[in-house]
């Protein structure tokens, strides 16, 4: 299938009191629809089952799916009918999810350059003990990773933007994870980071 397939694009998937649970494709989200395991929600978040989606008709510059009946736009947020349970699977510690916590973002000056760009510092030097851990993990440039060198922050007069931590949302990183910015999915993905 070419990248540009509508079927393939993704969807957010909320339980019924609008947390996200996943990410799913197109493909899916309309057999979800279709067998009335979900529902719909527009750009106004107004919830549809599928015959009522099916008649709102695609919309000028936006994706849809050709069928012989018309368009049918492409749902970009659907709503489960059921109860559907977070799942809380354990989020592993590597340079990726490392780099999504601290938002691609050097956690002692703030820029944010290209993310091959970035280094993973220890706070607490590993010459001095420090451990790789969520805790003692941050997202650096090279200028201020090469700049602390093998000292904390404190003894060269850098200051960390925040406190690094064990994310406990894995969620919303998955989430994150995502690099196109879907304008529907923020509200849910802001309400589910302020929650935790």
């Known amino acids: 299938m070419s990248a540009h397939d509508p079927l393939i694009a993704p969807v957010l998937v909320l339980n019924r009191n609008y947390q996200p649970v996943r990410v799913t494709t197109v493909r899916h989200a309309f057999l979800m629809l279709y067998v009335d395991r979900a529902h719909a929600l527009d750009s106004d978040y107004e919830v549809y089952d599928f015959d009522g989606w099916a008649a709102l008709g695609p919309v000028d510059g936006e994706p849809f799916v050709g069928t012989t009946s018309g368009g049918v736009r492409t749902p970009r947020v659907v709503l489960l009918r059921e109860y559907n349970r977070v799942p809380r699977t354990p989020l592993r510690l590597s340079r990726r999810n490392i780099l999504l916590r601290d938002d691609y973002t050097c956690q002692y000056c703030g820029c944010q350059p290209h993310p091959r760009d970035l280094n993973l510092d220890h706070v607490i030097p590993r010459s ?18 090469l700049e602390k060198g093998a000292r904390t922050p404190e003894e060269c007069g850098m200051r960390l933007l925040k406190r690094p931590r064990r994310p406990n949302w894995s969620v919303v990183v998955q989430l994150a994870s995502i690099h196109q910015k879907i304008a529907e999915w923020e509200p849910f993905l802001a309400a589910a980071g302020a929650a935790e």
């Open 128 to 145: 001095r003990g420090g451990e790789s851990t969520w805790e003692n993990l941050v997202a650096s440039c090279r200028r201020c990773n």
